[in-house]
């Protein structure tokens, strides 16, 4: 158990770190955003207690609104990602069984499976994020467009994260 | 009541939820027009001495092209001192023009968000204050909107809430600036009197009148204008001067009389 603690600090301090100091300022096609820090709330264990999910949402996103100065920002929308994982994990793998401590990542729902799961949620949280980051409904489509396009980004940065970090299990 | 609670109890996780997101949207709100802006925002300086000690290694990297906008800049000033020295005249220096500058290095800047802001390592101890300007070598850059003891942040043009007054150069017409959200290099020009038919390549420098910036200083060159028909006022595109993806530089400029103008402004509205 507190190799687990442990791990998911350690992911936390590092994930905080790479999103405000290389993707917060990748800049790809002038308005492009990555939220990769998200991947530390998808990969809290599965048994965590609710609260705690939401409580760590909060400080997640406070965490990273600390560096770009646009405190809720950041906040809210994670705050709603940890809201929406425990029923979008019941709704895509309801009757998939999770052990104690075991975290909704890559080898317990395999490459499709952790695919649609990131897709779903970062949708949710960059479309929250766009948004709240504007408040107002002016150039409505350009918002949903760069909602669309950052969630596109933010996933295929996860996946490659996921998919170069996660020693797989031998069958 | 009790029922209520029980009920609030019951629901944790929602309810939870809902208090979560009412302290984001209420923190958040403070970023909803200028002057709340002005007012609550708290710069730290933890995230600035990360942000420095990261950009201490990257600035290696545009050492080159930093070097290259320098003497640019060199040659520029250097073409002003004779006309300078010429035409002073201890009598008619106006005290209107006392500027002074402080000079700073970007440690954190973005480009691709709806409101973006620039964090440079110059903070109260070097005597930043809230509302200097900012510019760069190649033009305005925008308004300082915190401070903390060794950290500024400021509120680039690139902000839903940034709102400059400037001029047309060439016939002294006056508009405003601000920035549509989508393009990093192109800003809008809002309320061009129905006469005036800009030219792409005409010159949009700031009026003065702001008590932030000094007069004559470029914002950008109008790049279309697109007339409108019917209205009284209409809106025309321009590219920014500063280009604020590549920006290392910056001088935080202080109007030594803001705070007498202020006062007198003041006095004459009440």
Do not use: C
């Amino acid at each position: 158990m507190p190799g687990l603690l442990l791990r998911n600090i350690f992911r936390f301090v590092i994930l905080i770190l790479l999103q405000v100091l290389v993707f917060n300022h990748m800049n790809l096609g002038g308005y492009l955003n990555p939220s990769i820090y998200i991947l530390f709330i998808l990969l809290l264990p599965n048994n965590i207690n609710s609260s705690l999910l939401l409580l760590l949402g909060f400080i997640t996103g406070l965490s990273v609104d600390l560096f770009t100065n646009t405190a809720g920002l950041h906040a809210g929308s994670t705050v709603l990602l940890a809201f929406m994982r425990p029923g979008i994990i019941r709704l895509l793998f309801g009757n998939l069984e999770f052990g104690p401590g075991e975290s909704p990542g890559l080898n317990k729902l395999g490459v499709s499976g952790f695919f649609r799961y990131t897709l779903v949620l970062v949708f949710i949280h960059q479309l929250a994020l766009s948004l709240l980051e504007v408040f107002n409904f002016h150039h409505f489509l350009f918002t949903l467009s760069r909602a669309f396009f950052s969630s596109l980004l933010t996933i295929f940065l996860v996946m490659i994260i996921v998919l170069l970090t996660t020693t797989r299990k031998k069958h | 009541m009790r029922n209520l609670f029980q009920f609030l109890w019951r629901n944790q996780f929602f309810t939870l939820f809902i208090i979560l997101e009412i302290v984001s949207v209420l923190l958040l709100s403070n970023s909803f027009s200028y002057q709340r802006t002005l007012k609550f925002n708290f710069v730290n300086d933890f995230s600035g001495s990360i942000f420095s000690s990261y950009s201490g290694i990257t600035n290696y990297f545009g050492l080159q092209q930093e070097n290259d906008k320098l003497v640019v800049e060199n040659a520029r000033l250097r073409s002003l001192v004779p006309l300078a020295t010429e035409n002073i005249d201890s009598l008619s220096v106006h005290p209107d023009s006392l500027y002074t500058y402080i000079p700073a290095m970007v440690v954190s800047s973005t480009v691709s968000n709806p409101n973006n802001l620039i964090m440079v390592n110059k903070g109260e101890k070097d005597g930043v204050e809230k509302e200097m300007g900012a510019i760069s070598s190649m033009g305005i850059v925008g308004i300082v909107i915190g401070v903390s003891e060794h950290y500024s942040v400021i509120m680039s043009m690139l902000h839903q809430n940034m709102k400059i007054s400037g001029r047309i150069k060439s016939n002294y017409q006056l508009i405003n600036v601000v920035w549509d959200q989508t393009d990093y290099l192109l800003g809008t020009i809002i309320d061009i009197p129905s006469q005036i038919q800009l030219q792409p390549g005409d010159s949009i420098v700031t009026s003065g009148n702001s008590l932030i910036f000094p007069k004559d200083l470029l914002i950008g060159v109008v790049t279309s204008h697109e007339r409108n028909t019917g209205g009284l006022l209409s809106t025309a595109i321009l590219e920014f001067s500063t280009d604020f993806n590549s920006l290392r530089h910056v001088y935080l400029i202080k109007n030594q009389m803001a705070a007498e103008q202020d006062s007198l402004l003041i006095k004459i509205s009440e």
